[in-house]
Structure formats: structure tokens, C-alpha cells
């Protein structure tokens, strides 16, 4: 059975059945992934996914089902199964169905080039980026991972109330783990690049950075305990922000677990920082042109110049709180249910380069790496402590290393604190980014 059957044929037994509403959430896509190891490869993958999550209003409850089959049958169980999950359902947190908006804004998705590329193509790269690596020091004798993959994917959401909108996108990135020894000494450092463009990801730049930073690591050690200036470089910030982002949720304000609840038109950070959630950002990886309900989507200023302008909504947080939806609805994946999520979020770019920001710190530590964010960040309180490595900064300049280092602080703190934001904008493995930040002091434990 084709989908547009099945879904015409499971919206109209969802109707018989006695659903007010009913939709249809149907997810597909393709992924190719391989590894390799000294100089052969060492796993190859293509696989395939389609799956179909189900949703309908019954007896004035929401119920969910899924199923990755599309025949009649399944038909029939998803029916039976969101009833059974309706009645289950605690009255007072009731879901409704959106009908679709007048307009939706376009977002190109698709980089054609990129179905283009052969398997051999990508075996080549990968097989390439191994090979540069390896070249570069021989402190570096061993990767601890190096792949490359591209995916394509798509979504379409069709229910009883006429909404019916699809989107497809692809991507393509690399990644390498370089482990560099001198004598008893061992230090990794791990790179990605993600994107749209298959020939935009350098193999030179990308193995240049992960055996630099590694072999950097066994030169750096601890330096005295204290309170010092510190520049997080632009990933680092970007994995510091990803760890924190539930605090921005309605949904987790409402629950109280955000230190942010009520404080929207407060100053909650430095002039100097813009929070932005830009669903329709160019190239972005979380691009889409409508969110997990089916809402148009729109950039928004979740801060701006310092000021909390409205946290991540949903319809029913919105509903709630007596304000309009964000467009932010996450569906995590075509079984889940409708959450609270970010799409492209990112600190906004300041006005210059990260050589001109650590040129007016002037002194004080740039951290190239964090370690412990799971364990040792608290995204309820803001509070962290994270094993750390970077460089010192001294008269604006980039100096020795520095490893064996715990940095901490707080995250609502640090927003206040912050003094500068960089240009230099990046996105890691998400679509959570930052430019380098100046965040002021951090304490510092070392020797």
C-alpha cells in the first residue's frame, strides 16, 4: 500500500471510530555511513528508515500510536492503540490539532549536487582524511575514529482539519579522533564538519585541527588555582549552550525546572548577547518551514541585547501561558510525542575576530576543550564544573597550552557576565552554535 492510501485510509477509520481530530506523522529517510582504519574500511552502512506516528483527539484526550508498517492492519492497530492511550491519558494536559496556516515560507533543504556524489566518492574522502592525518606529526600514529556520512530525510504531516505539509532535506560531515602519545603522555581531540555541501568539507583543514589541538594537549599542563578572564572558542561555548537550552523551554518553566519562569522583559544577560532560534536560517541543519504541529515557522530573538524576549512555546504551552506559539513543537522522532525544542539556536556573531576579542581580554585563558557536561553541569540551577584544556592568553595572544584544568561557574551568571562575542559563528554536531565568547571570570582549579 502506498502512503497516500494508508493515510487516507487511517484518517478515515480514525473517523469512524469516534476521533474528533486525527493526524498523520509520517518520517522516512536514507543514510550512508562508513569508517576506516588504517588505510582500509573498516565499517560501511547504508540503511534505510520509514516510520508513521499517529495521533488523535478521542473523547477529549490525545492518543498516541506508531508503527514502521503501512498495510491495513497496521491501520487498524494504530486506531486501537491511540484509543487505548486516549482513555489512559490524565484529564487537564489536553492536545488539539492545528489546521494549517495561510502561508509557509520556503527552505531549500535539498542540495541536489549531493545525491549526486557516488559511494566511491565518499569511500575516497574518508579514505583521504585518514591518510592527511596520519601525515601531519608523528605523535599522531593512531585515529580512535574516523567516517564520513550523508543522510536524506523527510517529514509530512496530513490531518482531518486540512492541514497537509511536507519538507525534505539532506546533509552531509565527517569526523576524526586524533590520538597523539609522547612517551607516557596521551592526548585525543576529536573534529566534526556538518553541512549541505559535500566539496566544502576540507580534509586538510579538518585533520590540520584535530592533530594540532591533540598534540597540544601533551605539551599543556595545570597552572595555579584562581579566578581567571576567560574566552570560550566557539565550540566549546556552542556545547556549553546545547547543555543549557531546556532552561529556555515554557514547557520546563511551567513545570519548574527553569531558573527563567516569569522573567521574560528582564535583562537576564550582557547588552552584548543575542539569543536567536531561526528555524529558516540558510544552510541551517534545523531548517524546516514549519515545526512539529504543523505552525509556519519564523525567526525569533529569544534574547536580544541582553533581554529575555519570550521563551520556547509550543500550542499548548502558549495556550497556558495566554501568549502565541514560537513555532518551536519538537518531535523527536515520529513515535514521540509533541515536546518543546529548539531549531537553529545560536548566540548571534559579534562585530569582530577572535584574534580581536582575545586582543582585548588581553590576558587570561582561551578553552579549547570541556570535558563532563552530562555529570558536571546542572541545566535546573546553571551551575558547572567541567575538566577543561586551552591556551593561556597573555598580551592578547595565544600562548602555552594549559590541560588538566577545571573551570567553573554559572550559566545565568556567565550571560550577565559576558563582555564580547566574536564573528566567528559555528555550528558543531547539532544545530546548537555559538561564536567565541569573552564571559568574563571563571574560577579555575589547577595546582
Known amino acids: 500500500m502506498n502512503t497516500q492510501a494508508f493515510i487516507d485510509q487511517l484518517l478515515d477509520l480514525a473517523h469512524r471510530a469516534g476521533f474528533q481530530a486525527a493526524e498523520a506523522y509520517l518520517t522516512h529517510g536514507d543514510a550512508f555511513e562508513a569508517t576506516v582504519h588504517q588505510g582500509q574500511i573498516n565499517t560501511y552502512d547504508v540503511s534505510s528508515r520509514l516510520g508513521l506516528g499517529f495521533r488523535g483527539l478521542y473523547q477529549g484526550r490525545m492518543g498516541y500510536a506508531s508503527t514502521q508498517v503501512l498495510d491495513e492492519q497496521a491501520a487498524g492497530q494504530l486506531v486501537e492503540g491511540a484509543m487505548t492511550n486516549a482513555r489512559l491519558m490524565e484529564s487537564g494536559e489536553e492536545e488539539s490539532l492545528y489546521p494549517g496556516g495561510d502561508s509557509y515560507p520556503q527552505v531549500e533543504g535539498l542540495n541536489p549536487a549531493l545525491e549526486q556524489v557516488s559511494a566511491g566518492t565518499k569511500l575516497a574522502k574518508v579514505l583521504a582524511l585518514e591518510k592527511a592525518a596520519l601525515a601531519l606529526d608523528p605523535r599522531v600514529d593512531q585515529l580512535s575514529d574516523c567516517g564520513l556520512f550523508t543522510s536524506r530525510g523527510g517529514r509530512r504531516m496530513v490531518n482531518t482539519l486540512g492541514l497537509d505539509v511536507a519538507h525534505e532535506s539532506n546533509s552531509c560531515g565527517m569526523y576524526l579522533s586524533a590520538v597523539a602519545r609522547q612517551g607516557d603522555k596521551s592526548s585525543a581531540a576529536t573534529k566534526f564538519r556538518l553541512g549541505m555541501d559535500f566539496e566544502a568539507l576540507n580534509v586538510e583543514e579538518l585533520a590540520r585541527e584535530a592533530v ?186 595565544t600562548a602555552e597550552p594549559v590541560s588538566g584544568i577545571t573551570v567553573a561557574g554559572n550559566f545565568f551568571h556567565m550571560l550577565k557576565s559576558t563582555c564580547l562575542a566574536a564573528e566567528d559563528l559555528y555550528f558543531g554536531t547539532s544545530s546548537i552554535g555559538s561564536p567565541t565568547l569573552w564571559v568574563g571570570e571563571l574560577k579555575v582549579a589547577g595546582t
Open 212 to 397: 594540532e589541538e591533540a598534540v597540544a594537549g601533551l605539551e599543556g599542563g595545570p597552572i595555579p588555582s584562581g579566578s581567571y578572564p576567560v574566552a570560550l572558542r566557539n565550540d566549546v561555548a556552542a556545547e556549553i549552550l546545547a547543555a543549557f537550552t531546556g532552561a529556555f523551554s515554557a514547557d520546563a518553566a511551567q513545570k519548574g525546572l527553569s531558573l527563567l519562569k516569569g522573567r521574560e522583559g528582564e535583562m537576564i544577560a550582557a547588552p552584548c548577547l543575542t539569543l536567536m532560534d531561526d528555524p529558516l536560517l540558510a544552510g541551517g541543519l534545523a531548517s524546516t518551514p514549519f515545526d512539529g504541529e504543523g505552525v509556519a515557522h519564523f525567526a525569533n530573538a529569544v534574547i536580544r541585547e541582553g533581554r529575555l524576549n519570550t521563551l520556547l512555546h509550543n500550542r499548548k504551552t502558549a495556550r497556558k501561558q495566554g501568549c502565541a506559539t514560537t513555532g518551536n513543537a519538537a518531535r523527536g522522532s515520529y513515535s514521540g510525542s509533541v515536546q518543546v525544542g529548539p531549531t537553529n539556536f545560536f548566540f548571534a556573531p559579534g562585530p569582530g575576530d577572535r584574534q580581536a576579542l582575545l586582543a582585548q581580554m588581553d590576558r587570561g585563558l582561551l578553552i579549547t576543550q570541556v570535558q563532563g557536561l552530562h555529570s558536571g553541569a546542572n541545566p535546573v540551577t546553571g551551575d558547572f564544573s567541567l575538566g577543561a584544556r586551552g591556551f593561556r592568553v597573555e598580551k592578547g595572544k
